[in-house]
């Protein structure tokens, strides 16, 4: 068992960071300054968020901010995406800082983590764990082409430069990025930064001055490893630089005066993506039901002159064929906007026995047969109109 009063010291260190933040404004000049709190809602898991994001960053510059604080609470992540963003943040013009803070599960990916460990600074919310779990890294969905050797030894390079600023462990960005084991933090004299290690400490009596804690264990689901750092044992590992209750402490840490400070937020998309898109799916296949028993005219009276009536039928089955060509490209639009979504199973299939690059054939199909069945029913529907 850890000597209980370690465990009060290092939190202790962290909460008096945080009141540190909090007075951080009455003990220097505090500049007012423009700031930009920017939310970033969901996970990080697709190319169009790392996009928008960078869009984000580079208005906040042209209107003149002098601070952003971008707040993450995303629990999953793609590697390509998060290294997308530790780009966006590293060449933004404006200082960029990270807090982590999730008020729902409480918890972030680590993920997140790697963000803001390639910002000027970050931070951890109280209550927010950063938290690895076998999957979180969702790059079944990122193009089939996606070189990984490389993307990673980008993201590696990108929390190294905050790591070697933070005079945090060597080891700490390829931990966030893949835990491989169960790994320890361990403090190796009282006030040093902590350290990973594989080892499990020796058994510490009431003198010990070492502080040990187990941020990653083997044997998550599947086997694999899975990782919770608490939000003292980040800062430990100076991997955060505080921890804090609020945005506002941030802001005072860096030594802002938020005047004024802007609030904007921006989500993943993904999910909403997904369901725009079976509702589109769902759409089309209606359109192209009703075009059908358009066309299927039934004719009371043998001896009356029927013309009419398919001339009627043809111009109503035209415009509803219309319509599903239009529900068609927005689908295709929608996939567009996010490849991710083909690489998911296909709309009306499964994921028994398939894997994602089964699911992008699927997709294919599913469109091709559409787009072959509208073309049928406009031949059809113009001879109609002929008669």
């Given amino acids: ?49 790392a ?30 995406v998060v290294d997308a963003m530790c780009r966006h943040v590293q060449q933004s013009a404006v200082p960029v800082v990270v807090l982590l803070q999730d008020q729902q599960d409480h918890r972030v990916g680590t993920g997140a983590a790697l963000v803001g460990l390639a910002a000027v600074a970050c931070y951890a919310e109280a209550k927010t764990d950063i938290v690895f779990k076998p999957g979180d890294d969702r790059r079944e969905l990122a193009p089939k082409a996606t070189k990984w050797e490389e993307v990673e030894q980008s993201l590696l390079g990108a929390a190294a430069e905050g790591q070697r600023l933070r005079g945090a462990d060597v080891r700490l960005p390829g931990f966030l990025m893949k835990p491989a084991s169960s ?40 086997g694999g490893v899975t990782a919770t750092i608490r939000p003292e044992i980040a800062a430990g590992l100076r991997l955060v630089k505080a921890v804090v209750s609020r945005a506002g402490e941030v802001i005072a840490d860096q030594g802002a005066v938020a005047r004024p400070l802007i609030n904007e937020s921006m989500a993943s998309g993904l999910g909403d993506g997904a369901k725009n898109l079976r509702r589109s799916m769902e ?8 075009a059908e028993r358009t066309l299927e005219v039934r004719v009371p009276d043998q001896r009356q002159n029927t013309d009419s009536l398919y001339r009627a039928a043809g111009r109503d089955a035209l415009g509803q ?7 068609l490209d927005e689908a295709e639009r929608l996939a567009s906007d996010y490849p991710e979504l083909v690489r998911m199973p296909a709309f009306g299939q499964t994921e028994i026995g398939t894997d994602a690059d089964d699911h992008e054939g699927q997709w294919r199909k599913v469109i091709q047969k ?13 001879g109609y109109v002929r008669r």
């Fill in 1 to 49: 068992m850890r000597p209980m009063f370690l465990y009060i010291r290092v939190a202790a260190a962290c909460v008096l960071a945080g009141a540190g933040a909090a007075g951080g404004q009455q003990q220097g000049a505090a500049a007012p300054r423009r700031v930009v709190h920017l939310h970033v809602r969901g996970d990080l898991d697709n190319l169009r968020l």
């Fill in 370 to 382: 559409r787009r072959d069945k509208i073309t049928k029913l406009e031949v059809k529907a113009r």
């Fill in 283 to 290: 759409h089309l296949d209606s359109a192209i039901e009703s």
């Fill in 321 to 327: 064929a219309q319509q599903a060509t239009a529900l």
């Fill in 183 to 222: 790994m320890w933090a361990l403090e190796p004299t009282p006030g040093a930064a902590m350290l990973l290690s594989p080892t499990a400490p020796p058994s510490t009596g009431a003198g010990s001055a070492q502080f040990a804690a187990r941020v990653a264990e083997q044997g998550g689901a599947g």
């Fill in 51 to 80: 996009g928008d994001f960078q869009a984000k960053l580079r208005s906040a510059a042209q209107d003149g901010a002098g601070l952003i604080v971008v707040e993450l609470d995303g629990d999953r992540w793609r590697a390509d």
